[in-house]
């Protein structure tokens, strides 16, 4: 009776576990998912310097530069759309970011910039880059600098995150990479323990109705897609989570095959329980850059 006891605490433990480092790690994405692309006044519109866009902060220290000509943590001059997302599959895709390291193989690789509402009255953190906007006007710049004097323009916090898994030990982390102005995008925060593998689904728009007529991969999304142009656009992501327990359980094996989307996960036959997790999260601002 008390083995049998024991044995079920630490399922019922572990199950526990799963679901709530999963509903933790869902969460978080999903908060910065659904914002995606907001860009404050100039949502629906995309930059392009020289013209409605001035670039007042120094180069970004330590800058992850993803896939694409123009799609490092600043927009450049270079006459192509400012990538607002972009993402990969760790050691299957041919382009990666330089700056990580270690990241699990097989596991998705996610970049998102955005604005951070609500706009702030005057810009206060040395340690973040801002935005001042206007309908048709844009101004980076960082909290250490002297705000821009733009007519009837407001101030919003600018983010640029890239998610990913690598090990910390033998436990699969989910990481954030966030940027700040000293160190650029080399700050690291380990959001949830457990989280084995991330997959996502990109809902692509065919027809211009901006309902997804189908989810692809990371490998069968296109530069058309990344940079939101003409019909085949984003505006959607099906996120896929695997969760796995910290601890092993030796009174258990797992025989278990699982599916994230579109892969396969073939039974580890290992101790550890493991349980898939997913969101849908509609993209309402690349939407109104159509619009």
């Known amino acids: 009776m008390f083995s049998m006891s024991a044995s079920n605490v630490t399922t ?3 199950f526990n576990q799963l679901q709530e480092n999963g509903r933790i ?4 994405m999903e908060r ?3 914002q995606l692309a907001f860009m404050g006044d100039m949502t629906g519109t995309d930059f392009i310097v020289g013209n409605n866009t001035t670039i007042s902060s120094a180069a970004v220290p330590n800058d992850c530069i993803g896939g694409g000509v123009n799609n490092a943590t600043l927009p450049n001059g270079t006459p192509s759309h400012f990538r607002r997302i972009w993402g990969y599959e760790a050691g299957v895709s041919g382009v990666a970011f330089n700056c990580l390291t270690g990241v699990n193989a097989n596991t998705d690789v996610l970049q998102i910039k955005r604005l ?3 706009n702030v009255l005057a810009p206060n ?3 973040s880059h801002y935005v ?3 309908s048709s006007q844009a101004i980076f710049f960082t909290g250490n600098q002297v705000t821009p004097v733009l007519t009837n323009s407001r101030f919003w916090e600018y983010q640029h995150h890239i998610y990913f898994i690598r090990n910390d030990g033998t436990i699969p982390v989910l990481r954030r990479r966030t940027l700040t ?3 650029g995008m080399n700050n690291e925060e380990q959001l949830v323990e457990g989280i084995e593998n991330l997959r996502v689904l990109y809902g692509v728009d065919d027809d211009g109705d901006d309902i997804p007529n189908r989810y692809v991969p990371v490998g069968n999304v296109n530069t058309v897609m990344w940079d939101n142009q003409s019909f085949q656009r984003i505006v959607a992501l099906k996120v896929f989570l695997l969760v796995r327990s910290v601890d092993q ?3 258990y094996t797992n025989e278990t095959q699982y599916q994230l989307g579109d892969k396969t996960i073939l039974a580890p036959q290992d101790h550890f329980r493991r349980k898939v997790m997913s969101t849908t999260v509609m993209l309402e601002n690349p939407v109104l850059i159509r619009n």
């Open 132 to 134: 001042a906007t206007t």
């Open 181 to 183: 102005v000293a160190n």
């Open 25 to 28: 790690a869902l969460a978080i």
């Open 32 to 34: 910065d998912i659904s």
């Open 116 to 118: 951070v509402g609500p």
């Open 249 to 251: 359980d030796p009174s």
């Open 125 to 127: 953190n040395v340690s």
């Open 12 to 14: 019922t433990s572990q």
